[in-house]
């Protein structure tokens, strides 16, 4: 973690983000060969297949925050001339952590790599928005000398993840990225899903989850980490544009 005020929201929806990202990129990925491109007068984000430009991804977009290694500091779109006084980053701002209602904040003085503090905390600022609005997905993106942008995205046609889209990524994101608090994660997720969720053990110990797509069953330890997965999922679920 870079921002230690962020630590709270990556926590608790680092599986939702997972998840919207996940579909977002098997969307992208039907494309072929893509680039993107913005227009922030019309607040439109695209992704859009190279050899044909008629092959194409249109999102609305929200600009949550911009990350600059001139100034060395993030600003939150509520306080930026192109974002909205009351969007996404509004509601981040108003989530009631500490230390997010500053317009503009520094880089912390330890950091010496600019490059690798504002990926990793563009990131942390999508998960952010993904809990702010409960719902995905995001994206980051290069803005040239070093600047990243935070989008949130609307994306027409962009289907909600299921639990059999969870199970298919589960594994690589746990030995790649392990969630701060799986327990809360997982929590967060099923509900803002509309998965049914239910505590199966006392302690919160074990959780349910399932929907149409399938089931599963979590056991987790005293510090919330998964030490246990039973699956059963009846059919596949893809994310595909309308």
Partial sequence: M?????????????????????????????LGDTRWEVDLAEGRLSFVNRADDTRRIDAGIDLVASIAPGPRSTLWGWGHPQG??????ALIRDSGHPGLDVAEFPFPDEVSDA??????????????????????????????????????????????????DLMSTFIPMMSSTPPLDARTALWFAAT?????????????????????????????D?????????????????????
């Fill in 84 to 89: 909205r006084p009351n969007g996404v980053a």
């Fill in 222 to 242: 005293a510090q919330g980490r998964v030490i246990g997965l039973e699956t059963d999922l009846v059919r596949s679920h893809t994310n595909a544009a309308a």
């Fill in 2 to 30: 870079q921002n230690n005020a962020l630590i709270p929201l990556v926590a608790q929806g680092q599986m939702l983000s997972w998840l919207w990202q996940g579909a977002l990129g098997a969307m992208t990925e039907k």
């Fill in 192 to 220: 803002r899903l509309g998965w049914a969720f239910e505590w199966t053990r006392p302690e919160f110990a074990a959780a349910a989850i399932s929907d149409p797509t399938g089931a599963a069953t979590f056991r987790f």
């Fill in 115 to 164: 490059d690798d503090y504002i990926t990793q905390t563009s990131h942390e600022i999508g998960v952010a928005s993904v809990v702010a609005r409960g719902r995905g997905p995001y994206y980051s993106a290069p803005m040239g000398g070093g600047s990243r942008a935070v989008f949130a995205l609307e994306v027409p046609g962009l289907a909600a993840p299921a639990v059999t």
